[in-house]
């Protein structure tokens, strides 16, 4: 018999989602119609910004804002070491260079002490990460973005309903975006979005997503086809209606999770900031060598071998041959201590609102008897 599995992410989906697609199926309008705008419509206003553009992805949401804010060849953007790639090779596409800074070993998001030293003349832009759905600290990087007139753009695609300090991420800088794959807490499937509260640099982030196109096929700027399509507007309206139910279940699955494993010597659950609403999008824990005798990748394989799925979110950017390594401009490990040690020892265990009791039971189970059995005494 063939052991289930129990995957790290999967989509809340009912027979909703599926009557939503059918619907704009036979209605034969399949982009540029009343779904995705009336998603656009309602996604700014639970998140409580004025403008809303759907894309048929957050790295492309990365990309269309940052054009729009026109970061380009010879500027420096700020990003953390930590984070999906396309929150750096987006601003490569335009010609820009991401530039690294390490991260906050508690909350695993930009570490704002390290960004000052960061900045040049050159430097356009701030990306903060909300990482897992924690926010970043939004105070301290809108000091030093004023301070250097630089712009800020939230990367939250991971952070739907989180909040920081009883605010919405996501209006916090110029503008944010949010991604829509299957893993977050919402899904289209793909897609994504950018939310902002300026209604200009809405405007541009719509024309450069329908390559810059003024009128019927007339062409001033720049631009490449960002659309989302109607399929996952419909689908993404629906998902918005679970949205709150869907991170309140993450949480209580989060809480869970902590109560237990906190208890297992060796194991870090997360740190969550008192001013912090978090929507654990994904669930960290690290492993601390100093307690426990097992390498982080032997962790996961044992989990495998048990039916669990877990994984590091994300490597080191700076390590990355896309990024320097190999490479005579390779980029030393010595400027990046926290971000090094988290990609030694972190991973995430599955966390979605279908997760059973008896799923998270034999999670918990499973990882303490792999920390006990390679404790160090």
Known sequence: ?????????????????????????????????????????????????????????????????????????????????????????SSLYLGATPVFADINLKTYCIDVNDIEKRITKRTKAIIPVHYAGQAADMDAIIRIAKK???????DAAEAHLAKYKGRMVGGFGDASIFSFTPSKPMTTGEGGIIVTNNKQLAEK???????????????????????????????????????QKAVAMRRKIALRYTRALAKIDGIITPFVEDWQSMNFQLYTIRLDPRRLNIARDEFIKKLSAGGIQSRLY????????????????????RGYPNSIIFSKTALSLPIYPSLTMKEQDNIIDSIRKIAVKFRNY
């Not at 990309?63 to 380009?72: E, H, P, R, S, Y």
């Open 1 to 89: 018999m063939t052991k289930k599995i129990i995957p790290l992410a999967r989509p809340w989906f009912d027979q909703k989602e599926v009557r939503a697609a059918a619907k704009v199926v036979k209605s034969g309008w399949l982009i540029s119609g009343p779904s995705v705008r009336r998603f656009e419509q309602e996604f700014a206003k639970k998140i409580k910004t004025k403008y809303a553009v759907a894309v048929n992805s957050g790295s492309s949401a990365l990309l269309v804002v940052q054009q729009a804010l026109g970061i380009g060849p010879g500027d420096k953007v700020i990003v953390p070491n930590m984070t999906f790639v396309s929150t750096a090779s």
């Open 148 to 154: 250097y007139k630089l712009k800020i753009i939230e």
């Open 205 to 243: 982030c719509r024309m450069i997503r329908n390559f810059c196109d003024r009128a019927k096929f007339s062409y001033a700027e720049l631009g490449f086809n960002f659309r989302m399509p109607e399929i996952m507007g419909a689908i993404g309206l629906v998902q918005l209606a679970k949205l």
């Open 314 to 333: 994300y490597p080191c950017l700076h390590s990355q041959e896309l990024f320097g390594k190999n490479s005579k401009n390779k980029i030393s490990d």
